[in-house]
Nanobody
Framework: QVQFMESGGGLVQPGGSLRLSCAAS????????MGWFRQVPGKQRELVAA???????YYDDSVKGRFTISRDNAKNTMYLRMNSLKPEDTAVYYC????????WGQGTQVTVSS
């Protein structure tokens, strides 16, 4: 069973930046398309960015041009660089395979507020 551990969240002012990390256990990471998701209370979890094993990327329109997803297969780790943060980016951020086929980790809270 694959497990994910997200870190790097925090409180940041609008326009600020954060880098999230996702550490994954198991060998599946290297062959899996991975995704960053976010969820706010009362809403469904949504995919914001994804990356294939060959590093092809996908971004939701709401984050395109501001967020950058990357992965380090040697470290079984995925990253999300978030720039020009907006209050509407406030959410708990999670990682999983792109098809969200595995149990969710605890996530990391990102709060964008002045």
């Amino acid at each position: 069973q694959v497990q994910f551990m997200e870190s790097g969240g925090g409180l940041v002012q609008p326009g600020g930046s954060l880098r999230l990390s996702c550490a994954a256990s198991g060998s599946i990471f290297r062959i899996a398309a991975m995704g960053w998701f976010r969820q706010v209370p009362g809403k469904q979890r949504e995919l914001v960015a994804a990356i294939s094993p060959s590093t092809l990327t996908y971004y939701d329109d709401s984050v395109k041009g501001r967020f950058t997803i990357s992965r380090d297969n040697a470290k079984n780790t995925m990253y999300l660089r978030m720039n020009s943060l907006k209050p509407e980016d406030t959410a708990v951020y999670y990682c999983n395979t792109r098809d969200s086929a595995h149990f969710w980790g605890q996530g990391t809270q990102v709060t964008v507020s002045s």
